[in-house]
């Protein structure tokens, strides 16, 4: 590569002594033609005709600027100072008004070392050759100056230079090209290389990376090659895949796969509840009535029994969501809540006055023809239980009728005496016997004859119910007294019950929930 200058300088020579008053005479370049001859270096302004003092020349002519009036040359027909015009000096600057003088070239010797010299008069100017500088051409340009190589060493020439690639495994006019051979440059991540001339060829197949050098990392996650259950990770010349989530087996490379945790052991869940597959887990149905908890935890059968449902003694069963009851006694129904109970009297009275009649069991009365009522009690223990009474029904067993009266009336009546004061007396007074036959009316039973003797009769006491449900758990007392007995002479009486004989003497209560 040629680099080219030109360089142009301009010298000024002293003249001669003579002509140094033409110092400020207009500048004038000389060229290589003879003085005086028909050369081509002057123009019309030089000289009226001549070169340098011919009819023709540039130096000489009267209009000529330096010399004479007729001519730059000096004489007045236009010559240089001798008839043939050949060594007189011209009317240029550096010369003199004096004919004759022989004229100076400036590049005469050459002064450009390394270039063309062109003269002007006493000046000269040097065109410089490609690759050299200064005034005279004198300077070698350093083309490498600019440090033109990319790579390499440069080697300066003459306008041009060199780049010496050597060993930096680059080549070209600049050392600017890699040499790209598999064995200066092999290709990178395991790329296969072959060489091609002064270049080669990467091939990446199956490395993980794409480019010229198989330096570009592919992200093999773009495509997603991973189960969408697990996370992709992008690393150098490959990928990784997570683990499959709890609840699925596989990989995330070749695929997760659910796990059906329902078909072991029920998925984990009670015998008692059914299982569920779910997408990587399960699902356990509720418990069944009757348990508590979850189906994921475990089921506990609900004690049917904890609330005490049994009633009046009844013994509890639990079960499945349901319970049994195990009744006593007269109590029935699915918690023992109904019973009709059958309460015999624990006393039965005593005839009022009578020392040979005392009172005791089956020793009951219900009249006597004295100035009296004809009045008796009995006494029930009404048990402890759970309802509401419902009905109270009294039995009476007719033994004997002794009264000349065709039919009589019972009647049942409160008892206000406490209890324990009736059972606790042997000789009622008065005051009790009124209180037999004077208190509240409990209910009433018509027709008492002969007729009815050896009959148990019953008669609803509907005036009863409250009392007896309110006595429950202790004892509770009627009075017992019919009319009308008429007075006679001799005693009368009407008996239920005589001496120990076994009479029904009886209440029957039904009980039904509350």
């Known amino acids: 590569m040629a680099i080219f200058g030109i360089r142009s300088r301009v010298w000024s020579l002293l003249g001669l002594a003579g002509v140094a008053a033409f110092a400020c005479s207009e500048h004038r370049t000389y060229g290589d033609a003879v003085a005086g001859s028909g050369g081509d270096g002057a123009s019309s302004t030089a000289g009226s005709s001549g070169r340098a003092g011919s009819s023709n020349g540039q130096s000489g002519s009267a209009s000529g600027e330096s010399g004479s009036p007729n001519g730059e040359g000096g004489s007045p027909n236009g010559e240089g100072g001798s008839p043939n015009g050949e060594g007189g000096r011209s009317g240029n600057e550096g010369g003199s008004p004096e004919a004759g003088a022989p004229a100076l070239d400036a590049c005469e010797p050459n002064p450009c070392e390394h270039g063309t010299c062109e003269a002007d008069g006493a000046a000269y100017t040097c065109s410089c050759a490609a690759g050299f500088d200064g005034d005279n051409c004198e300077i070698d340009i350093d083309d490498c100056e600019v ?18 690639c050597g060993d930096s495994g680059y080549t070209g006019n600049l050392c600017e090209t890699l040499i790209r051979n598999c064995k200066q440059t092999p290709c990178l991540n395991d790329g296969v290389c072959t060489d091609v001339g002064a270049s ?32 992709c990770t992008n690393k150098p010349g490959g990928f990784t895949c997570g683990s499959c989530p709890s609840g699925y087996k596989g990989s995330g490379l070749a695929g997760c796969d659910d796990i059906n945790e329902c078909a072991t052991d029920n998925g984990g869940c009670d015998q008692l509840t059914t299982c569920t597959n779910t997408p990587g887990s399960r699902a356990c149905g509720p418990c069944p009535n009757g348990y508590s908890g979850t189906g994921a935890k475990g089921c506990t059968n609900i004690d049917d029994c904890a609330g005490s449902p049994c009633k009046n003694g009844g013994v509890c069963k639990d079960g499945i969501n349901a319970y049994t009851c195990t009744c006593s006694g007269p109590w029935g129904g699915s918690t023992c809540q109904n ?15 009578v020392d040979w009649f005392p009172p005791g069991n089956g020793n ?26 419902s009905a109270v029904t009294l039995w009476l067993e007719h033994e004997v009728y002794d009264s000349p009266d065709a039919s009589e009336i019972v009647t049942v009546r409160e008892v206000t005496t406490p209890v324990a004061t009736l059972l606790g007396t042997t000789t009622p007074s008065q005051a009790i016997y009124q209180d037999l036959a004077t208190g509240t009316q409990y209910g009433t039973l018509n027709g008492w004859s002969a007729a009815t003797v050896g009959m148990i009769r019953s008669f609803a006491l509907s005036g009863a119910i409250t009392p007896v449900s309110a006595a429950r758990g202790a004892s509770f007392a009627i009075g017992v007294n019919t009319s009308p007995v008429k007075v006679a002479s001799t005693a009368e009486y009407i008996r239920f019950s005589f001496s120990d004989e076994a009479r029904t003497h009886q209440l029957q209560v039904v009980v039904v929930p509350q």
């Open 200 to 231: 080669r060829t990467c091939n990446c197949t199956g490395t993980g990376f794409t480019g010229t050098n198989c330096e570009v990392d592919i992200d093999e996650c773009d495509a997603e090659p991973c189960d969408p259950l697990t996370s």
């Open 147 to 164: 440090d033109p190589c990319t790579h390499g060493t440069c080697v300066d020439g003459v306008d041009t230079f060199q780049c010496d």
């Open 339 to 353: 019973a009709t109970l059958t309460i015999d009297a624990s006393a039965r009275g005593f005839y009022a006055d």
């Open 364 to 389: 009951t009365i219900t009249g006597w023809g004295g100035s009296w009522m004809y009045a008796s009690y009995f006494v029930f223990p009404i048990p402890s239980f759970t309802g509401k009474v």
